[in-house]
């Protein structure tokens, strides 16, 4: 016996699109919305649009408030409906037609913990306390510089934000949420098992594109007018003489861009203003936005051309987020495919490039020079070689930093956790098994 709820759930938790179905087990989830979410052992997924749904991580939500209760999950298209549905006897099928897929909602119990912030002190806006707390619905607000003591904290939290102590996240029982107060999400490289733990992650993208850009070219003029050199002379009063040939121009090379997000598509508007030929890769280039991408005045391919593309470029450019498919992304083979004459730029995270490998290159002059504001180890040890490369120009990863980041990123923190508390889905989601 078949009985379907046609009507949207009300209760907030799991939400769909138009074209998706989902069909729950009544023997284990006795109502058709999801206060028993608890309960569910079961997700049948039903899609029209099956290709939209690339696989079952698309919708790991439904297994993430309860990872131990091992749920499995089925994909399946509509029509036809599986043959086992109507072999069923007892069946709820709940037709879903809202927006987006939010792997957690408000929890059903309606938990209020506090709200833990850890960030250096000179990163805590003066009114941020009475800002969480207004907005927080009646949540604690704790402020922590230091996470030194903050052991005694964990149980309570159920909402963390800031630069977080990613070591203590697994031990934080009701946490539901993170809010990282940088763009990248590192630390599930780090600690990976807290992929499969229930809280829901997102990020600071978005506010740092167009200081990351500047930085980025910043880096590149640096480079093509010599100004380490000339600066490093004005010291000694010296009126350094600069041959023609010292000299470079960005207009007409070719940058390739490894990463075409919020940032990377700052660089390419500007790279293109330079009047640079540029390409730009991607992680997934879906058809649709193949065809709308064509009429881009540049080249958008996926990764899976980099070891083609790489001789082509004059300058490339890694905005990359360091997950787990990127890590050493850039390494031998890849430097080795570059032009002699090509120069390395980093902005997004040092551990996509292998060092040592960059080293090598640049001492055995196999690229002409690396232009870096994140290296695999930061601070950069004492003893690496990068330090005195002279085909090296290194800034201490602070490309994205604005003289507003703090009011920018509490912006996000704030429509967050409005959205949190409505239940609404969270801007900036983090998908921790991509890892971005
Ligand atoms: N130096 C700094 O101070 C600084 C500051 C801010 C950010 N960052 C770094 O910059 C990164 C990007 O930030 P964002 O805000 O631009 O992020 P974003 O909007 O999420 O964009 C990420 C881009 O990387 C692509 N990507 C992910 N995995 C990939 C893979 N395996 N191969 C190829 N492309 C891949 C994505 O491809 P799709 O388009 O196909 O999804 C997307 O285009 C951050 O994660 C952070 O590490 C550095």
Redesign the pocket.
Known sequence: MVKEENKPCRNPGVFTDDNLRLLFLKKVLPKPCFSGLNLIQQVFVLRQAPDELQDQRDIRGFREPQPDLSMTVHVHTLPPLPPYFTALDSVTLILLPLQGIIPYGKPMDQYKGTILVTLQADRVPPDMEAQLKQAGDGRDVLIRTDTSGLEQELDTVEILMGFVPWDLIARMPHLRWVQLW?????GLQYYPALKERPFQLT?A??I??QQ?AEHTFGLLLAWNRRFPAVFAAQTQHDWRYVRAEETAVLAGKTMLI???????KRIAQIALAFGMQVIA?????PEALQEREKKEPLRIES?HALGSLLPAADVVVN?????E??RH?IDAAALAAMKRTSLYVN???GATTDEPALIEALSSKRIAGALL??TETEPLPEDSPLWDLDTVILTS?????HPEYSALVMEIALDNLGRYIRGEPLRNLVDKH???
Do not use: C, K, M
């Open positions: 940088s763009a990248g999400a590192d990020s993208s978005g740092h594109a990351l490894l990463g075409y997000g919020v940032i990377g890769l991607r992680r997934s280039v990764i905005i990359l987020p360091y997950t498919d990127t992304i902005v997004g995270r504001d994140v990863h602070y490309a994205g930093l991509t890892g971005y």
